[in-house]
């Protein structure tokens, strides 16, 4: 049974960092590409980063320069690392697998994780 647990969701000022990880089971970890995504109230869910197989990093425009996506094989999990909080970065924040989906599809995702970001 796959499991994505995410943590370290929460409150915090504008302008101040949080970072989430994503602990994988059930799964070849060090085989998925591993994603990042949000969605806010009343939005469509959004992807905010992912990261390869073999480390390479891809980000959203809107935290580009803020936001950086990391992960440990050896720990099956996944960061990402929010630095320079904005109240619009407010939004659950899902972690996502993927091993066999077409991009930008997963297949599998994590329960979520609340970022509320106050200004």
């Known amino acids: 049974q796959v499991q994505l647990v995410e943590s370290g969701g929460g409150l915090v000022q504008a302008g101040g960092s949080l970072r989430l990880s994503c602990a994988a089971s059930?799964?070849?970890?060090?085989?998925?590409?591993m994603g990042w995504l949000r969605q806010a109230p009343g939005k469509e869910r959004e992807s905010v980063a992912g990261?390869?197989?073999?480390?390479?990093?891809y980000y959203a425009e809107s935290v580009k320069g803020r936001f950086t996506i990391s992960r440990d094989n050896a720990k099956n999990t996944v960061y990402l690392q929010m630095n320079s909080l904005r109240a619009e970065d407010t939004a659950v924040y899902y972690c996502?697998?993927?091993?066999?989906?077409?991009?930008?599809?997963?297949?599998?995702w994590g329960q979520g994780t609340q970022v509320t970001v106050s200004s």
């Open positions: 996502a697998a993927r091993i066999s989906a077409a991009p930008p599809n997963y297949n599998y």
């Open positions: 059930g799964l070849p970890f060090s085989r998925a590409f």
């Open positions: 990261i390869s197989l073999n480390g390479n990093t």
